[in-house]
């Protein structure tokens, strides 16, 4: 069901490394800790490929911690540190490098559909300076309602909690409600913003007597 796509720049053979030290600039949406695996993951694939840590790579690290208004603020800190690419996790922190710089690549780790927020516009023959993987959550949100109404077919609402800072959240919730009257349904959006939303958001689900779906 999890629908993902790929956006490659043609390259001319398998990147190796060099005798130079690499500046990574990595720049997250979220906090250190909740992007520990995803990190992990990446310098594993950078030392199979014999890129190490203080030897031939240095990697910079800025964490936006769920404030998105500060994304911009961030990667121009990691482009005064004349980063040699920006690795971005999160498609506010994708869009705000893409903003900032049209000279430094910029390699997506994980974006919510570069296409529907305006990232690229070809997954094929992507913009610019932009490359990366990105998932079809429109697409697969619609999916997450098809096989909710398979398994409840008695559930006429759902309510689903969504991020407005974010802009996936856009064609997330567009594609849904769209979705949802052939399935005879009603999409009802709660917003939150970050954690200290999701008690609220909870209870209005609850008044709201919505059969909650995230």
């Known amino acids: 069901m999890l629908v993902g796509g790929t956006a490659a720049w043609p390259l001319a053979a398998r990147a190796q490394p060099t005798n130079k030290i690499a500046r990574i600039g990595?720049?997250?949406?979220?906090?250190?800790?909740?992007?520990?695996?995803?990190?992990?993951a990446l310098r594993e694939g950078l030392n199979a490929l014999g890129y190490v840590e203080g030897k031939?790579?240095?990697?910079?690290?800025?964490?936006?911690?769920?404030?998105?208004?500060?994304?911009?603020?961030?990667?121009?800190?990691?482009i005064r540190l004349n980063v040699d690419v920006l690795v971005t996790h999160g498609?506010?922190?994708?869009?705000?490098?893409?903003?900032?710089?049209?000279?430094?690549?910029?390699?997506?780790?994980?974006?919510?559909d570069a296409v529907a927020t305006g990232i690229v516009t070809n997954l094929g023959r992507p913009?610019?300076?932009?490359?990366?993987?990105t998932y079809f959550l429109?697409?697969?949100?619609?999916?997450?309602?098809?096989?909710?109404?398979?398994?409840?077919?008695h559930v006429s609402h759902v309510g689903a909690l969504s991020n407005p800072a974010n802009p996936v959240s856009t064609p997330i919730i567009?594609?849904?409600?769209?979705?949802?009257?052939?399935?005879?349904?009603?999409?009802?959006?709660?917003?939150?913003?970050?954690?200290?939303d999701f008690v609220g958001a909870f209870e209005?689900?609850?008044?709201?007597?919505?059969?909650?779906?995230?």
Do not use: C
């Not at 910079?60 to 990691?78: H, I, M, P, S």
């Open 127 to 133: 913009d610019a300076n932009v490359t990366g993987s």
């Open 26 to 40: 990595f720049l997250g949406s979220a906090t250190a800790v909740g992007s520990s695996h995803s990190v992990m």
């Open 138 to 153: 429109p697409q697969l949100n619609v999916k997450r309602l098809e096989l909710l109404k398979e398994v409840l077919p």
């Open 91 to 112: 498609t506010p922190g994708t869009q705000a490098a893409k903003r900032a710089t049209t000279n430094i690549p910029i390699v997506m780790a994980i974006s919510g």
């Open 174 to 196: 567009s594609a849904m409600t769209a979705a949802a009257p052939p399935l005879k349904l009603e999409v009802e959006v709660f917003k939150v913003n970050g954690p200290s």
């Open 56 to 78: 031939n790579i240095i990697m910079e690290f800025r964490w936006a911690e769920g404030k998105y208004e500060r994304q911009l603020e961030l990667v121009a800190d990691l």
């Open 204 to 214: 209005a689900v609850v008044k709201s007597r919505v059969k909650l779906w995230r």
